[in-house]
């Protein structure tokens, strides 16, 4: 309906929201659709010019009519945006003047965008010629197919690393300060990350990798300091920190007969949590404020709720203070009680709940 209303298709029609009195024109859709019309309506009278100036005022409509049904096939058939569908993940471009402009007529540019330069995002839905892209960052936009690819450019993949990836740094504190020489340095807050797991979160323009450590920490490292960790083998228990694989086709079909699919699980691929229990080969958890029942083939071990509090310090902290170290790890929003902790306290009041 609104791409129709978007072309002016029907003037005699009135399109309003269901339920509603706001037109259509309140919605960014209509908005994107309209612009783009606008713009093929200006390319196509400059390419006619004053040709047809004495032909009669029903010719001049019929010819606006099928030039209107003319954008409305080409709109919704051939176009960029038929190589991406729901749940793909795809990467952004990372030519700031490339996508100023080509975002013209598909949403338009604002400053905040520049944030999702180079960055993954999963596709949500598509709308005419444009893609609804939620981003690895949490950022949603309506953006050109023509700015996204499904394989990321140079930069945001290394040789030996890619996204998702569990590593540790094996080494001592010399050989770190020595290997981080051209790689940004070494502060002696980045010691205490040798030993403890981190996530792969990118892959910058000179292969370094940023690593996010499951003691909130995260460093752009020499991947030459790295080691991959094989977590396949380990146990998942309440309280584990796990990575949901970031594959749509792959966690859809182990969904079933596991808790099953839901369309708003795609926001949850790639995302870190907190199991909060176990039942046999299916782990509950929350993202987002969902709650979700999946098949333990469909995520990643990072790490035990042990090796999470051993990352975190002492088990004598405060509360708080735990709580404020661990929930910089961005998936860390769920009620996940850690046994390990129960056992350790002296008391009740240190039991630890992460949320």
């Excluded at 969904?255 to 369309?263: E, I, L, N, V």
């Excluded at 926001?267 to 176990?278: I, M, Q, S, T, Y």
């Excluded at 969902?290 to 051993?310: H, P, Q, T, Y």
Aim: glycine letters at 8%; charged letters at 30%; proline letters at 2%.
């Amino acid at each position: 309906c609104s791409v129709c209303e978007g072309i002016g298709l029907h003037e005699d029609h009135k399109f309003n929201v269901s339920g509603g009195s706001s037109s259509a024109t309140e919605g960014i859709g209509y908005q994107i659709i309209r612009e783009m019309v606008k713009q093929r309506l200006k390319q196509k009278e400059e390419e006619k010019k004053p040709a047809a100036e004495s032909e009669s005022g029903d010719d001049d409509d019929d010819d606006d009519t099928s030039l209107k049904l003319a954008m409305l096939m080409a709109m919704l058939s051939d176009d960029d945006s038929d190589d991406f569908s729901s749940g793909d993940v795809v990467y952004m471009t990372r030519d700031l003047e490339k996508a100023k402009e080509l975002q013209d007529g598909y949403g338009g540019w604002v400053s905040t965008m520049s944030n999702c330069l180079g960055k993954r995002g999963i596709v949500l839905e598509k709308l005419a010629h444009v893609l609804k892209i939620k981003f690895e960052n949490g950022l949603k936009w309506s953006v050109n197919p023509a700015l996204l690819s499904k394989s990321p450019e140079k930069g945001a993949t290394s040789g030996k690393f890619n996204r998702y990836d569990i590593v540790v740094i094996n080494c001592n504190a010399r050989t770190l300060q020595q290997k981080q020489k051209g790689h940004g340095g070494c502060s002696e807050k980045m010691l205490k990350a040798i030993g403890v797991r981190g996530i792969v979160h990118t892959i910058d323009e000179d292969n370094d990798v940023v690593v996010e450590f499951i003691n909130s920490d995260k460093w752009c490292l020499n991947p030459d300091l790295l080691t991959k960790v094989d977590t396949s083998k380990e146990e998942i228990e309440s309280g584990s920190l796990i990575v949901i694989i970031d594959d749509y086709e792959k966690v859809k079909e182990l969904q079933k007969g596991h808790g099953g699919w839901a369309p708003k699980m795609i926001e949850a691929l790639g995302h870190a949590a907190v199991v909060k229990r176990v039942a046999g080969d299916r782990v509950v958890v929350d993202v987002d404020d969902n709650e979700w029942v999946l098949n333990k083939k469909a995520v990643i071990f990072v790490a035990s709720g042990e090796d999470m509090l051993k990352a975190n310090g002492d088990l004598s902290k405060p509360l708080h203070e735990l709580h404020e170290a661990v929930k910089g790890l961005q998936a860390l929003q769920l009620l996940a009680e850690l046994e390990e902790r129960k056992q350790k306290a002296d008391t009740a009041k240190r039991v630890c709940i992460i949320s």
